[in-house]
């Protein structure tokens, strides 16, 4: 059977985007799916330099974990209309890890201007290692949140169907 993962990207302990991905994570365990969580704030990742960051230990740990996943889901906070800097510099620490990976994106904003934000990473991740991107991602703002809980009902149903997404994209090309 295929292997997920959830990885956060945020550095915020206050993060929507993490609170995106733990929903996810809860749904795919409520389901019984083979799933793991990575949250790369609890990690001692280095910045990308293209020479000893990729031997450190924060490095190796998270590219086994992509390496041993099928299918992932990134929840990153986007900033200035752009991924977070900390979701580019993971892929460039793991590199190779993530070729032929089934990747969905969920991602928190300010606002609703830059819901398109998540496109670079999508095309650099299918050109460069080949993943196939679920066309289907969750793309919430400040307003979907009530301090810990997502209150919005759209988009507790979206993070659902891009989890469900991710189950059925990597089963199909899987097995």
């Known amino acids: 059977m295929p292997k997920h993962l959830v990885i956060s990207t945020s550095g915020n302990p206050d993060s929507n985007s993490r609170r995106m991905g733990r929903a996810a994570f809860a749904h795919l365990q409520k389901k019984e799916v083979d799933c793991d969580w990575v949250d790369i704030r609890e990690m001692d990742l280095p910045l990308c330099d293209a020479h000893k960051c990729y031997g450190m230990p924060g490095s190796k740990k998270l590219s086994a974990a992509i390496e041993h996943a099928d299918g992932i889901l990134i929840a990153a906070p986007v900033y200035n209309y752009d991924v977070a800097a900390a979701t580019k510099n993971m892929i460039e620490l793991t590199g190779s890890a993530w070729e ?16 398109m934000s998540v496109m670079a990473y999508a095309n650099s991740l299918m050109l460069d290692f080949r993943c196939v991107i679920i066309p289907r991602f969750a793309f919430a703002t400040s307003h979907a949140f009530d301090g810990e809980r997502i209150n919005d009902k759209k988009i507790n149903e979206r993070i659902k169907q891009v989890a469900d997404e991710l189950v059925r994209f990597t089963k199909a090309l899987r097995t």
């Not at 032929?100 to 819901?115: P, R, T």
């Open 100 to 115: 032929d990976k089934i990747v969905g994106f969920l991602c928190a904003a300010g606002g609703h201007a830059s819901y």
